[in-house]
């Protein structure tokens, strides 16, 4: 059954890859895009192109996850045009390189006003029009590092994942019983999205310079993690393992959507590390007598 879809980080990326496969798929799919130079004409012109191209129902949204206005406006030109939104996907993020110690507080904070607060932001505004109807569904992209490898000179980022992995498993156990799905996704390592382009490097030079530079214990480090990584991702490997991921996930019937999904070629082994954990939920939730937040209310 066509739904209605609204996914953020759509200008490039999974996003990018993901609106124009849902949109394919025959959903009515708002695709919401941001620039950081402001710059919206070219994403706007591509979607606009794709979507004349394949005769499809897609259509691009200015949003901005920093701006409660942008999302204001976003949410509310959703709703007058299709009347709902059946799907949110939080897929927007950022990225950071670099020794932990190198980035400034404030750059955390930046790292999480994007990946934790912006998906928080935007569900404020949605969620009343779900729980209204007492029907949706939101998919949360976190990432196979919240359970899979940690890797050095990644703390910014994965330190936002893990916190959206826990916002997400929170607002799991409330929204069941107002008939609102969860699916957590958790994509692998691709070197074809673009996060890195935008990724933000450390405030303080002199300390990464430290750890990075010539006699350094951890002189090296970038290059020997960038060649394993490159060794372990498939060529194959694109956007579109996270698009066919949600269109397979979008195939199936309300009420069986899947708590979590795993689209990682480099098998890092979050999968395994994360049923664990949501076994452990499940069993904490039954000891807790609330085993009925664990399914949907239909």
């Given at each position: 059954?066509?739904?209605?879809?609204?996914?953020?980080?759509?200008?490039?990326?999974?996003?990018?890859?993901?609106?124009?496969?849902?949109?394919?798929?025959?959903?009515?799919?708002?695709?919401?895009?941001?620039?950081?130079?402001?710059?919206?004409?070219?994403?706007?012109?591509?979607?606009?192109?794709?979507?004349?191209?394949?005769?499809?129902?897609?259509?691009?949204?200015?949003?901005?996850?920093l701006?409660?206005?942008?999302?204001?406006?976003?949410?509310?030109?959703?709703?007058?045009?299709?009347?709902?939104?059946?799907?949110?996907?939080?897929?927007?993020?950022?990225?950071?390189?670099?020794?932990?110690?190198?980035?400034?507080?404030?750059?955390?904070v930046?790292?999480?006003?994007?990946?934790?607060?912006?998906?928080?932001?935007?569900?404020?505004?949605?969620?009343?029009?779900?729980?209204?109807?007492?029907?949706?569904?939101?998919?949360?992209?976190?990432?196979?590092?919240?359970?899979?490898?940690?890797l050095?000179?990644?703390?910014?980022?994965?330190?936002?994942?893990?916190?959206?992995?826990?916002?997400?498993?929170?607002?799991?156990?409330?929204?069941?019983?107002?008939?609102?799905?969860?699916?957590?996704?958790?994509?692998?390592?691709?070197?074809?999205?673009?996060l890195a382009?935008?990724?933000?490097?450390?405030?303080?030079?002199?300390?990464?310079?430290?750890?990075?530079?010539?006699?350094?214990?951890?002189?090296?480090?970038?290059?020997?993690?960038?060649?394993?990584?490159?060794?372990?991702?498939?060529?194959?490997?694109?956007?579109?393992?996270?698009?066919?991921?949600?269109?397979?996930?979008?195939?199936?019937?309300?009420?069986?959507?899947?708590?979590?999904?795993?689209?990682?070629?480099?098998?890092?082994?979050?999968?395994?590390?994360?049923?664990?954990?949501?076994l452990?939920?499940t069993?904490?939730?039954?000891?807790l007598?609330?085993?009925?937040?664990?399914?949907?209310?239909?």
């Amino acid at each position: 059954m066509a739904q209605v879809y609204l996914i953020t980080g759509a200008s490039t990326g999974f996003g990018a890859a993901s609106v124009r496969a849902l949109a394919k798929a025959g959903h009515t799919v708002f695709a919401g895009i941001y620039a950081p130079d402001g710059n919206l004409k070219p994403y706007e012109d591509e979607i606009a192109t794709f979507a004349s191209e394949n005769k499809v129902n897609l259509t691009p949204i200015p949003l901005n996850l920093l701006s409660e206005d942008s999302i204001t406006e976003a949410v509310d030109t959703v709703i007058s045009k299709a009347g709902q939104i059946d799907v949110l996907i939080h897929n927007a993020g950022i990225a950071a390189f670099g020794p932990a110690e190198s980035f400034t507080s404030d750059q955390y904070v930046q790292v999480f006003q994007i990946n934790v607060l912006g998906p928080q932001r935007l569900n404020q505004a949605v969620l009343p029009h779900m729980r209204k109807r007492r029907s949706g569904h939101i998919v949360w992209t976190t990432s196979s590092t919240v359970y899979g490898a940690k890797l050095p000179f990644g703390a910014p980022y994965m330190a936002s994942k893990a916190a959206l992995d826990s916002l997400a498993m929170s607002y799991a156990g409330e929204l069941a019983n107002w008939g609102i799905e969860t699916t957590i996704l958790q994509p692998g390592l691709c070197m074809k999205t673009g996060l890195a382009a935008h990724q933000i490097h450390p405030s303080i030079p002199d300390v990464a310079k430290e750890y990075m530079g010539e006699g350094a214990p951890t002189a090296g480090f970038t290059e020997k993690i960038f060649a394993g990584l490159h060794g372990m991702v498939p060529d194959w490997v694109d956007s579109s393992i996270v698009a066919d991921a949600l269109v397979e996930l979008a195939a199936k019937p309300r009420g069986k959507k899947p708590f979590r999904i795993t689209a990682d070629a480099t098998e890092d082994g979050s999968d395994v590390a994360a049923a664990v954990v949501d076994l452990n939920r499940t069993t904490y939730y039954r000891r807790l007598g609330i085993s009925d937040q664990l399914t949907v209310t239909m």
